[in-house]
């Protein structure tokens, strides 16, 4: 047993029996290796891919994609591989999918990555609602998309006092009515005339003329009877507030029913009108 022990170690030793083993080691490894590079790119792999043509701002859902075996050399300019990375996402605004067609990156953006997100963004119960502003109403362009406002009414009528005369005139003076008509109004947008985003891009001074945001239908259609109303004169004005800091921000809603009950009075008809006007879920105004 010695002997043997002995004869191994020598054998090991050998400056010849190195060499020999180290070659056919190296022939192992490259053969390894160039099989492994050869079947990575040859071994076809399982992509996603477009089942239906997929228009741009379309979210895309599970039954949209299919998958099928691509061997890995012919994948080209960042294929999207995972469809985890695809479902629920959306088609970017200037691309439009074939069908049959792989998704590269680019091509697949979050709903937030879109232009128009905003029209998406709002609970499905709200309506949408742009008021317009300027500069000075929203405190030198400090009101932010996220932030909330309250939103104040200014109503101003025009009454005469006393009766004219052949020599004299009937003098006159304004009646203004001011208050909080709506509270915790959530900003969505700030846009300036040309409908870009203000905030978009803050290496351009744009100035606002929107304030985009989203409440019940009721107050919606309370707040179109105040931009619609002729003889009064009304103004909506949006004042910042610190609710977005809070960790539960209230809920938008009227914060003075006064304000509430004028509008609806002095928008409904007055006039005989009325029997030949339709019915239905039309808000009359004045």
Same mark, same amino acid.
Request: glycine share 4%.
């Given at each position: ?12 030793t050998n400056?010849n ?6 070659v056919l080691?190296?022939i192992?490894?490259l !053969?390894v290796?160039?099989? !492994?590079?050869?079947?990575s790119?040859?071994n ?5 891919y ?18 099928t ?5 012919m994948?080209?300019?960042n /294929?999207i591989?995972d469809?985890?990375n695809?479902?629920?996402? !959306?088609v970017?605004?200037? &691309?439009?999918?074939p069908?049959?067609?792989?998704f590269y990156?680019?091509s697949?953006v979050n709903l937030?990555?879109? /232009?128009?997100?905003i029209?998406?963004?709002y609970p ?5 609602v742009n008021?317009?502003?300027? &500069?000075? =109403?929203t ?8 932030? !909330?406002i309250?939103i104040?009414?200014?109503i101003?009528?025009e009454?005469e006092?006393?009766t004219?005369?052949?020599?004299t005139s ?5 009646k203004?009515?001011l208050?909080k ?5 959530k900003?969505? %947008?700030v846009?300036?005339a ?13 100035? $606002? ?10 107050y919606?259609?309370?707040l179109r009877?105040?931009?619609y109303?002729r003889?009064?004169e009304? &103004?909506?004005i $949006?004042?910042?507030?610190?609710e977005?800091?809070k960790?539960n921000?209230?809920?938008v809603?009227?914060? =003075?029913?006064e ?6 009075e ?5 006039d %005989? ?11 009359? &105004?004045?």
């Amino acid at each position: 047993m010695g002997n043997v022990s002995i004869a191994f170690k020598k054998f090991l030793t050998n400056k010849n029996t190195v060499t020999v083993v180290g070659v056919l080691l190296m022939i192992v490894v490259l !053969y390894v290796g160039y099989n !492994y590079k050869i079947n990575s790119k040859l071994n076809p792999q399982s992509v996603p891919y477009a089942v239906q043509k997929l228009d741009p701002k379309t979210k895309i859902t599970k039954d949209m994609i299919g998958t099928t075996e691509v061997p890995p050399a012919m994948l080209k300019g960042n /294929p999207i591989t995972d469809a985890r990375n695809i479902i629920n996402r !959306y088609v970017n605004a200037d &691309t439009c999918i074939p069908a049959g067609s792989l998704f590269y990156e680019g091509s697949v953006v979050n709903l937030s990555e879109l /232009p128009d997100s905003i029209i998406y963004e709002y609970p499905e119960d709200q309506v949408l609602v742009n008021m317009a502003v300027n &500069t000075t =109403n929203t405190y030198g362009n400090k009101i932010y998309p996220g932030n !909330y406002i309250d939103i104040y009414l200014k109503i101003v009528k025009e009454v005469e006092e006393g009766t004219s005369t052949p020599t004299t005139s009937a003098s006159s003076t304004d009646k203004i009515m001011l208050g909080k008509l709506l509270e915790n109004v959530k900003v969505l %947008d700030v846009v300036d005339a040309n409908g870009d985003s203000v905030f978009e891009n803050l290496d351009e001074k744009r100035t $606002p003329a929107q304030i985009i945001f989203a409440v019940p239908e009721e107050y919606h259609i309370l707040l179109r009877k105040t931009m619609y109303l002729r003889t009064y004169e009304a &103004t909506l004005i $949006p004042v910042p507030t610190a609710e977005s800091l809070k960790k539960n921000p209230g809920e938008v809603a009227v914060s =003075n029913t006064e304000l509430k009950d004028f509008i609806n009075e002095i928008t409904v008809w007055t006039d %005989d009108t009325t029997s030949t006007l339709p019915t239905g879920n039309l808000q009359n &105004t004045q």
